[in-house]
């Protein structure tokens, strides 16, 4: 086993149950086997934070939240570990990791579908008083167990643009897979947060002819555009997304979902990402769908290879990524941050080691 960096304590931004939160002290620990421990230096704030403090996503309490990192690993267990991609993980590494510790052994992991493990633990969503205390980003530190999913990151791309790679751009990339081949495919994109302008850019990538982002938010038309997309449109604009082939849902919101639906083509196809809350129900007419050949699919969560896809997204969307994250607060600064909604940037982050 490798030895840790000379610092041996750290410090932890711990959630205690509604708006309020302490820092923490603790000693660096020593991984066990096949475990990583990684010194955070930067960290991004996902929606489903915000919502998790809010009170609209249960979360354990108290326990550390966060699951888009990125980070440098300083100290590794016996058997070592490898990348998605098979390469030796290092001490001294720059990696970020994906939001799941699948077991690798039961019925759904051995037929692919990692992401929804039986014995599944998530990062950032685990107990700071359980067996993975160190679970979250919002830390100085974080362990990363056998089965959480690790990917380098290439020397030329910013931590801005790396971290939220762990989630917002994994799950566009998932989407984007689900839905099959899109090479030639009309495509919209309800939703132009950063899981659905990281969906155009996946969109764009994997071959559609056009890309449209629909978003009541008229700020986000124009990062669209510059993300690639042919158009931007307004929710109630009934001309400038339909009728389309393939569809991704990232607001999570009903009247959206509907209404993408009702865009589809003939053989349509629409994968549902945001629907992470019971914001409500949709109603759904079972013979439109049968008649329109239309195939609806969700996505939650992601496979690792859809990490490493995304790593390699960045290469050449990186830059722009970066933009869209806030510049990085200290862990004592976090908490004012983590109650109220971003406004200028689409992700807020923290720099744990400020």
């Keep these: 086993m490798d030895d840790a960096t000379e610092t041996t304590t750290g410090t932890a931004l711990v959630w205690t149950g509604g708006s309020d939160f302490e820092l923490r002290s603790f000693e660096q620990p020593r991984p066990d086997a096949g475990e990583l421990l990684v010194e955070v230096h930067l960290a991004t704030v996902c929606g489903s934070d915000l919502h998790t403090v809010s009170g609209r996503r249960p979360g354990p309490c108290p326990g550390i939240l966060g699951h ?29 990791w994906g939001v799941t510790a699948t077991c690798g052994a039961c019925d759904r992991c051995r037929s692919g579908r990692t992401a929804k493990c039986r ?167 079972p013979e439109s769908v049968v008649r329109r050949l239309l195939t609806i699919t969700g996505v939650h969560n992601y496979e690792p290879r859809h990490l490493l896809r995304a790593v390699e997204l960045l290469t050449t969307h990186g830059d722009r990524l970066a933009e869209l994250v806030a510049p990085p607060v200290g862990l004592g600064e976090l908490p004012q941050l983590l109650t109220t909604p971003p406004a200028g940037h689409l992700r807020r982050s923290v720099d744990p080691r400020r």
Excluded: Q, Y
């Excluded at 002819?209 to 009541?216: E, L, M, R, S």
């Design 68 to 96: 888009e990192a990125v980070g440098v690993v300083v100290a590794s267990g016996a058997d070592g570990r490898s990348t998605v991609d098979g390469r030796p993980v290092e001490v001294g590494d720059r990696i970020v």
């Design 119 to 285: 014995n599944l633990r998530k990062v950032g969503h685990e107990p700071f008083e359980g067996p993975w205390p160190l679970s979250g980003d919002m830390s100085t530190h974080v362990i990363l167990p056998p089965g959480v999913a690790v990917v380098g990151v290439p020397d030329g791309v910013a931590d801005a643009a790396a971290a939220p790679a762990g989630c917002a751009l994994a799950t566009a990339v998932a989407a984007v897979e689900a839905l099959g081949d899109v090479r030639g495919a009309r495509a919209v994109v309800w939703g132009l947060g950063l899981v659905g302008l990281s969906a155009c850019v996946a969109l764009l990538a994997a071959g559609a002819a056009t890309v449209t982002g629909v978003d009541p938010d008229p700020g986000r038309h124009g990062v669209a555009v510059a993300f690639g997309a042919d158009a931007a449109a307004l929710p109630d604009d009934t001309t400038a997304a339909g009728p389309v082939d393939v569809a991704v849902e990232a607001s999570g919101d009903p009247a959206a979902v509907a209404a993408a639906i009702e865009r589809l083509d003939v053989g349509g196809r629409i994968v549902l990402v945001g629907s992470v809350a019971p914001l409500g129900t949709v109603t759904l007419d």
